[in-house]
């Protein structure tokens, strides 16, 4: 805040009404968690986000509030323990002001109450997140989305279901039809060195040429062996 705005040093001050100063930070976004968490923990709370998106965010801001409660106490137990706490680790629970002066009461921060009050709220936005994601809208416009990203992308009817059911949903049935479609028609990839059909084509024929030829060099075989019978049962008659 400009050291010049003097907006915000009481609620009830005439100065609130004046026009905010370059610096003031009163309209940043999110301000009710601001003051309890970091900026980068902050922003993953998008109003535009769809209702369980939203849930989710809120519920990991309480998960760190609570986580932050947690290194309250533990610190503040820790300094009791050594006996160095200081008078601002208290809390002022009642201001009395009388002609005597203003006097003030402080206790020990009901850690207990406000690590109780987290969890409440974590566990009752859980519950609506859980409420909201089986509502038959919110269940169609999931699906919608996983198939519109499907499509942009070119997957396979086989890929598309696996991105729907990776999403939680159930696989609709026009996509089930779709995938049966597609195995019906699927040729599984050729083997890392195996061969093609047009290869194993080719390798057929040659075998059926080397066939023929066997063929024929067993009839010239068969010629040639008979042709040396009857030489031989010549010259066995002519003795």
């Known amino acids: 805040m400009s050291e010049y705005d003097k907006r915000g040093k009481h609620p009830a001050s005439r100065a609130n009404l004046q026009m905010f100063q370059p610096g003031n930070q009163a309209a940043r976004k999110h301000g009710a968690y601001a003051r309890y968490h ?3 923990i902050v922003e993953r709370v998008t109003p535009d986000a769809d209702g369980p998106e939203r849930l989710e965010n809120m519920i990991q801001l309480e998960e760190a509030r609570l986580h932050e409660l947690l290194q309250e106490k533990a ?41 109780d009050r987290a969890m409440g709220k974590i566990m009752a936005l859980v519950v609506e997140k859980e409420r909201m994601q089986a509502t038959p809208s919110y269940i169609a416009s999931a699906l919608a989305r996983v198939l519109d990203d499907a499509e942009k992308s070119g997957l396979s009817a086989v890929d598309t279901a696996e991105q729907v059911e ?4 159930a696989v609709p049935f026009s ?21 093609t059909d047009d290869e194993l084509e080719a390798l057929s024929a040659e ?9 024929e060099w067993l009839e010239e075989r068969q010629a040639e062996v008979a042709d040396i019978h009857k030489t031989q049962q010549r010259e066995k008659h002519s003795e």
């Open 75 to 115: 610190a503040w137990d820790a300094k009791s323990e050594y006996d160095e706490l200081a008078h601002g680790d208290y809390t002022i629970t009642e201001i009395r002001a009388d002609a005597g002066g203003t006097a003030t009461r402080r206790e020990r921060p009901n850690f207990e109450s406000l690590i």
């Open 166 to 169: 990776r999403a939680g949903l």
């Open 38 to 40: 970091a900026p980068e």
């Open 207 to 215: 075998y059926e040429q080397e066939m023929a030829g066997e063929d």
């Open 175 to 195: 996509l089930q039809q779709r995938v049966r479609a597609e195995l019906a028609t699927y040729e599984p990839p050729e083997p890392e060195g195996g061969m």
